[in-house]
T-cell receptor, first 114, second 115 residues
């Protein structure tokens, strides 16, 4: 089956630093990728929808300047958490859509901001 | 906007028994997809089963089956012959047929399997 690689799986950083998370579709072209955030013992909340070659569409309440999304190619989308603070600590998951029928998830990134 | 509700935060079942997880949703759309995802401790999201709203027949995948009641906007998951490996968080999710097709998740149900 299709594989979506998400890297890194875990990152610990100091407050104020920027962190980049990569999401790659390894064996298919993904015109659309989604970024989710999951707090402990909670559900997945959609942050933004990323389309190749265009600006991401952010969900209401998600800061565009804080969570920078780039979908520069059909196989790569990146989420950059700018000037991360402890409240940004969370589990971030990407998913990539191969076509109308198929959607695959990455393995997630645990971000801990000290 | 669509919403998905899972009213059971936690469920437990004896190994080899059957358990049903509940899910209701709200939408004004007529065409859509419904899903059940499993999230084990590894936190990898695993697709369990999918249902297209236009199909009246309930989806089945081995020990997993759904009871899809479109008029009632209900979509429950039945796990038969529960196994220890079924222990996980289970999320019900909705996806529109048109547009961005983003997934809307329910709050999740933590399933424990008792040996």
């Amino acid at each position: 089956g299709a594989v979506v690689s998400q890297h890194p799986s875990r990152v610990i950083c100091k407050s104020g630093t920027s962190v980049k998370i990569e999401c790659r579709s390894l064996d298919f072209q993904a015109t659309t990728m989604f970024w989710y955030r999951q707090f402990p013992k909670q559900s997945l909340m959609l942050m933004a929808t990323s389309n190749e070659g265009s600006k991401a569409t952010y969900e209401q309440g998600v800061e565009k300047d804080k969570f920078l999304i780039n979908h520069a190619s059909l196989t790569l989308s990146t989420l950059t958490v700018a000037s991360a603070h402890p409240e940004d600590s969370s589990f971030y998951i990407c998913s990539a859509r191969e076509d109308r029928e198929k959607l695959f998830f990455g393995s997630g990134t645990q971000l801990s901001v000290l | 906007a669509q919403t998905v509700t899972q009213s059971q935060p936690e469920m437990s079942v004896q190994e080899a028994e059957t358990v049903t997880l509940s899910c209701t949703y709200d939408t004004s759309e007529s065409d859509y997809y419904l899903f059940w995802y499993k999230q084990p401790p590894s936190r990898q999201m695993i697709l369990v089963i999918r249902q297209e709203a236009y199909k009246q027949q309930n989806a089945t995948e081995n020990r997993f089956s759904v009871n899809f009641q479109k008029a009632a906007k209900s979509f429950s998951l039945k796990i038969s012959d529960s196994q220890l490996g079924d222990a996980a968080m289970y999320f019900c999710a909705y996806r529109s047929y048109q547009g961005a097709q983003k997934l809307v998740f329910g709050q999740g149900t933590r399933l424990t399997i008792n040996p």
